[in-house]
C-alpha cells in the first residue's frame, strides 16, 4: 500500500477541485515551485503520469473519494474527502 504524507493527500485534494499549482501552493503555505517538485516525486511514487491519472489512481486505491462533483475552487467548495 502507498502511504502519502497529510501535505500530499490535500495536494491531491486540491489537484481533484482543479486548483493550479499556485493554489495548492498558498493552500500548503509553500512556494509553487516546491509543490511541483513534490507533486513529481508523488507520481513517479504512484506511477502516474500527470494530474488527472495521480487523482484518478488516488482516488481507485482509497487515498481519495471524490463525493461529488464540484466544479469550484477551493475557497469556494468543500471538494472530496480524504481516506
Known amino acids: ?14 489537484l481533484a477541485q482543479d486548483n493550479p499549482i499556485s493554489e495548492v501552493a498558498r493552500a500548503l503555505g509553500v512556494s509553487a515551485s516546491i509543490v511541483d517538485r513534490q507533486l513529481r516525486v508523488l507520481f513517479a511514487r504512484m506511477g502516474v503520469s500527470g494530474k488527472a491519472e495521480a487523482v484518478e489512481s488516488a482516488s481507485r486505491r482509497g487515498l481519495l473519494v471524490l463525493e461529488h462533483d464540484c466544479s469550484a475552487k477551493a475557497s469556494a467548495c468543500a471538494g472530496p474527502s480524504l481516506g
Request: cysteine-free.
Open 1 to 14: 500500500m502507498l502511504h502519502i504524507t497529510p501535505s500530499e493527500r490535500q495536494a491531491l485534494r486540491l
